[in-house]
């Protein structure tokens, strides 16, 4: 056990372990998923694993599928070198989003994280409306965020100071940290908070300094050669970069491709969440159906009025708003289109059959 915990295995997992499958099988942390193999870590060694078939037939969505993060049920053969996963234990946190257009409506991202450092540029990048977005996403997977705004040798201290007291003016529970890749300034903060034995993740869009953040983080080249070379149950040999790393300090960080495309993140019930105040401001409207247009008594009009609550953070909650009840329509309509399709199917063979 205590080999897994350095790996993450933390009192939440232990609680929710089922006792009846660790007789049978082990535990093991998928650390890389590559199309439609994994690989898993005891602690020890990485090793190759696919999904047991009863496990492959029983899955019914995305969220059915391991991902980079998850704690699974496995059993080793060959030396350790091949394994097969069983099931696996419930998640504390689960990032994922939705694909348009398909009929699996998730991709998962990545499992357990604990904290996502969401990084934009204190420059140019900086943007409000984005900021909330990543923060409706995290707070609606479970994770703790932390903001870092980079390149902080960009911009005078006064505009950095000045950008992170009106950030936590909105936020005041959220950590902020201005930080520099070049002058080295607040790297040792961030490193102060990742914690060995805790899993985190890097946001942010392209260009903003993650990569090398994350290596100066890391220390020297270890990114690129944390790669693992196995051989296979059928003879064949896989590169497969791990996407699971572990720090010095025995901190966990996530990086994959799908966390990098991260751009339309789905948001539902963690708007409320990241818009609390405008959800507190609402509820001392006049009328419990106030929609907020031209009710006498509107707490939300007389907060616009006295500034209390910007135009603009008002006019982005109700965005998102609107856009989460489009994506959850379209998902819903969806659904009962494929299961029309479904009835049409078995109708249609009944009749043939008769
Ligand atoms: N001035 C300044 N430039 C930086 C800093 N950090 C990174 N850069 C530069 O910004 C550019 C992008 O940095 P990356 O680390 O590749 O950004 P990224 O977020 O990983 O981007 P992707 O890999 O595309 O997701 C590089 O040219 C870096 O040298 C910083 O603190 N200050
Ligand atoms: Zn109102």
Known sequence: MDTLKEIGLSDWFQSHIDQNKLATHELARIVAVHKDSFM???????????LSGNLHYSVESATDLPTVGDWVYADFYDDDTHAIIHGFVPRKTLLKRKTAGKLVEFQLIAANIDTAFIVQSANE??????????????????????????????????EIEELTTSILTTYPEITVIAFSNETRENLDKVRDLLISGSTYCLLGSSGVGKTT???????STKLETQTVSKKQSKGRHTTTSRELLQLENGAMIIDTPGMREL????????????????????QHCKFSNCSHTKEKGCAILSALATDELSEQRYKNYQKMKSESAFNDMSYSDKRKKDKDFGKM??????????
């Open 263 to 282: 751009g339309n993140m789905s948001v539902d019930s963690g708007i409320d969440e990241t818009f609390s105040e405008i959800i507190e401001l609402m």
């Open 125 to 158: 990048n900086f943007n409000l409306s984005r900021l909330e977005r990543y923060l409706v996403m995290i707070n609606q997977s479970g994770i703790t965020p932390v903001i870092l705004l980079s390149k902080s040798d960009l911009l005078p201290q006064s």
């Open 40 to 50: 898993i870590s005891n602690g020890k060694q990485d090793v190759f694993a696919e």
């Open 345 to 354: 199917i078995k109708t249609t063979l009944k009749n043939k059959k008769r």
């Open 213 to 219: 953040l994350l290596n100066s983080i890391l220390g």
